[in-house]
């Protein structure tokens, strides 16, 4: 185990409430945008993980959602070197696009990629799309995985050869107003192995 990292997103007039949740029956505190108290040492391997939050999904104040990444080393030499690249933010868009660009990587000149993206306060049914490199790749709806949060991952993305970065759009129906909250980026690489962890608003 390299890290884990735990990010949720809430809807709330104070931090206070809302920073401080359950981790497995742990407490842990977390910091606003994007980083967490410490996991590694809670999570130890594959595995179910319980998130108490003081509030219930779908009240205000409330959590929208939460998403454990867990970075970890293999033992086989037969593993490529990978760049982990994580943004976290919290930006509220209604109506209108969010586009940034990840940087912090060189790709291999034939890259293997997995990207994953998190978002909060989407309304269920409602229209959300995700663009990866200009290319639509998920419709956020809020009622996958459930309850105001959306996840998407993909193992099958494209990536150019010795790229330095990528781009991210999210674009909120009228109807909606949504919380783009993680962009992670885990693509084989030239560079030393490294985690990044960035503030992309």
């Known amino acids: 185990m390299i890290r884990a990292l735990l990010f949720w997103g809430c809807e709330c007039n104070s931090y206070s409430g809302l920073a401080n949740i359950n981790f497995n029956g742990t407490p842990i505190t977390g910091i606003v945008i994007g980083s967490t108290g410490i996991l590694t040492s809670l999570v ?3 595995g179910t993980y319980s998130i108490t939050v003081p509030s219930a999904l779908s009240t205000t104040p409330g959590a929208d959602g939460a998403t454990l990444y867990v970075v970890y080393c293999s033992p086989s030499a037969s593993e490529p070197i990978r760049t982990i690249n994580i943004y976290a933010g919290a930006e ?12 912090g990587f060189t790709a291999t000149s034939s890259p293997s990629a997995k990207v994953s993206f998190t978002d909060g306060d989407c309304q269920d ?3 959300n799309n995700l663009y990866f490199n200009s290319t639509f790749v998920y419709n956020c709806n809020g009622s996958t995985p459930g309850n105001h949060y959306g996840y998407w991952e993909s193992s099958s993305v494209s990536i150019p050869p010795s790229a330095t970065s990528v781009t991210w759009r999210f674009d909120a129906t009228s109807y909606d107003c949504v919380s783009p909250n993680v962009s992670v980026v885990s693509v084989t690489s030239v560079d030393p192995v490294a ?3 960035h503030r992309f608003c």
Not at 92 to 103: H, K, N, P, V, Y
């Open 195 to 197: 985690i990044h962890l």
């Open 44 to 46: 130890l391997g594959n």
């Open 125 to 127: 049914g409602l229209v």
């Open 92 to 103: 509220f868009i209604a109506g209108s696009s969010l586009s940034w660009t990840q940087t």
